[in-house]
């Protein structure tokens, strides 16, 4: 059993981690992709431009001879990749280029031939023909990436490309990344929230249910309709709960009668002969009566009519008290000589007193009684319910013939100590309380005159306390300045009750 005092450890929803794990990888991502654009994409960047001024190099070279191609394709290269190119002859005449600065270029190509302009520049690779450089241009203040050298035919070049155009490129993409990863986060956020509850709301009912099981309340299920793992493990949950009540209702009563059957055998020889002795004491006052009026019968006593129906009336009367204790007998005996056994099933308390309510409404408005019970709820309770309406009826019967004063019966059912307990209040004299503990005696009455004024036996309470008994539950009575209460207790799961 758990400690309701123990403390628990505060649950993670699902639901939050999940959303915070997907978050997190995105972030992850992103954040890669941040440090992967800082400190690899400039070095990407320049390796294309490279690879893009080793291929217009293979074709200048391969072109060099022919005028009007070479023309045209220095020009589309000019166009499409902001690259400028320059051929001079062996002497380093200008011969051709698709730049505007055709003599600054000119000056450069031969000034790095001469080794003027070394200063200027950082060789990145280099060759016996040609040489791979990134230079500064004082007069413009930018720096450029470039090849110089000599082509087969022995032409001179120069092939430059500004390095500004790869570091703006490299911002640009940078801050679009940015935008985009943004975009991208607030977009998955949404997504992941949704997908997320989505999938974590199944598990939730689940738990629920699971909950609900433990306080043995089987009459919950899985009603989702997903068509996975969870949708199957729903089904195996509604399965097994349906197990466990069907196995718990067996085991409760095999144990209540485990519990019983000790008992009842050391109980049976004294039963007996205190039933003996208590049905030859309450047999022998209608049996006197009727033994004197019939004899008056006989002995013509009563001659004329109304006389003889009176006498006839009273043993009538007699008799019907007699059977009415036979019957009572009987079902006391047959209860606490264990001759059935108790059906523990799962039943609405209820809708049992309401029905009991509306038997009885009859001779509580004849003897203008009003009675009180106002739930609408169902409350689930294990029991023998053929057993426990027999409860509430003596109660009900026995508040009905006490009642006095305001004549008001109140009826209540609330949970007290884990238990569902029962009370019927009736308003009129208490019971005294030396005598509370024994009117549960077989055929124990605290007012004779009045319990034989409407026919009682003193069966009643003893048969109620038998039943209870035979439950493993308890019942009792109280007294109030206004009244008198009976209670009775029953199993029930922790949702069996709004409190």
Known sequence: MINDNTKKKPIRKLRTQLILIMLGLIVAFFVIGEIAIS??????????RIMSLNQVYG?????????????????????????????????????????????????????????????DMTILDQTNTRCLQISEDRFNHLNYLEMW???????????????????????????????????VLALSTVIVYFMGKRLTD?????????????????????EGNCRNEIGVLGENFNTMSAELEKAISELKSANLELQKDNAE?????DMRREFLNNVSHELKTPLALIQGYAEGLKDGIAEDPDSRDFYCDVIMDETEKMNRLVRQLL???????????VSMERFDLCALIRGVVERMKLPAEQGGITIFFDRKDPVWVWGDEFGIEEVVTNYLSNAINHADGEKRITISVGREHGRVKTTVFNTGKPIPEAELSRIWETFYKVDKARTRAYGGTG?????VKAILERHGQSCGAQSFADGTAFWFTLDGGKHSVVE
Not at 39 to 48: A, C, T, W
Not at 331 to 341: C, D, F, K, S, V
Request: charged letters at 25%; a negative charge.
């Open 39 to 48: 400190g690899f994409l400039g070095k990407y960047y320049r390796n294309q």
């Open 59 to 119: 074709i200048i070279n391969e072109l060099a001879d022919r005028d009007e191609e070479f023309t045209a394709e220095i020009n589309r290269i000019a166009a499409e990749s902001n690259i400028q190119i320059l051929v001079t002859d062996a002497d380093f005449m200008m011969s051709r280029t698709n730049s505007v600065n055709a003599m600054d270029l000119a000056a450069r190509l031969f000034g790095y031939y001469t080794g003027l302009f070394n200063e």
């Open 149 to 183: 050298g000599q082509l087969d035919n022995g032409e001179w070049f120069l092939i430059r490309t500004p390095m500004e155009n790869m570091t703006e490129a490299v911002q640009i993409t940078r801050l679009f990344y940015t935008a985009i990863g943004l975009v």
């Open 202 to 222: 199944p598990v939730m009912r689940l738990s629920e249910l699971s909950r609900r099981m433990a306080d043995q309340d089987f009459s919950a299920r899985y």
């Open 265 to 269: 055998k050391a109980r049976i020889d």
């Open 331 to 341: 079902t006391l005996n047959r209860i606490e000589y264990g001759g059935e056994a």
């Open 459 to 463: 069966l009643g309470l003893s048969i």
